[in-house]
């Protein structure tokens, strides 16, 4: 069965600083894996989409990363600012068609 | 502008008394979805649909029904709902089109989700 870890649960740091969150999966046999972030009180935003047999994608200050052979993607915010503060998922679609998401990073960015 | 609609917002009920929560896009996608956040488990899939009169379970599809008659509604019913389904519950769409991996390729757009308490 697939799991998805996210490491770690929270996170605060200054502005400006460059940060990594890290998402793990058991399961290789994945379609894609997609990263989202949800501010309190509202719905999920997709970020990124890196597809199975890509390494990375970018987006802005956000670039992930892919390595599905060790069951691993992180997501590199760089300058952060505090309005990324939100809480990311990760999650991968398996090959069955469903899709299983992580229990999320809380950032807190502190001007 | 391009969204996915839920209704209704907040919602308190108590066991038993059947009710649905409405989803609805404007985006003609294929795919939409329902999933539940709960603390401390996060998000779980309920039930999803490729297209219309096409549904299959997600991981936890126990006391939950759907429909899909048309692309745009994929209305989620509580035939007797239950205090463990007190939950944060989300829909989503993607357009979903083409074969194997393709209609999974694309990103999901989620609605702003319905708090369901039910006591």
């Known amino acids: 069965k697939q799991e998805v870890t996210q490491i770690p649960a929270a996170l605060s740091v200054p502005e400006g600083e460059n940060l990594v969150l890290n998402c793990s999966f058991t399961d290789s046999a994945i379609y894609n894996l997609q990263w989202f972030r949800q501010d309190p009180g509202k719905g999920l935003t997709s970020l990124l989409l890196i597809q199975s047999s890509q390494r990375e994608q970018t987006s802005g200050r956000l670039n992930a990363s892919l390595d599905k052979s060790s069951g691993r993607s992180t997501l590199y915010i760089a300058a952060s600012q505090p309005g990324d503060s939100a809480t990311y998922l990760c999650a991968v679609y398996n090959q069955g068609g469903k899709l299983i998401f992580g229990q999320g990073t809380e950032l807190s960015v502190k001007p | 502008e391009a969204q996915v609609t839920q209704n209704p917002r907040y919602l308190i009920t108590v066991t038993g008394k059947k009710l649905t929560v409405t989803c609805s896009q404007n985006m003609n996608h294929e795919y939409m979805s329902w999933y539940r956040q709960d603390p401390g488990l996060g998000l779980r899939q309920i039930y999803y649909s490729m297209n219309v009169e096409v549904t299959d379970k997600g991981d936890v599809p126990e006391g939950y029904k759907v429909s899909r008659k048309e692309k745009r509604n994929f209305p989620l019913i509580l035939e007797s709902p239950s205090p463990n389904q007190t939950s944060l519950y989300f829909c989503?769409?993607?357009?979903?089109?083409?074969?194997?991996?393709?209609?999974?390729?694309?990103?999901?757009?989620f609605g702003n989700g319905t708090r369901l308490t039910v006591t």
């Open positions: 989503a769409s993607s357009p979903g089109r083409g074969q194997g991996a393709k209609r999974y390729n694309s990103p999901l757009h």
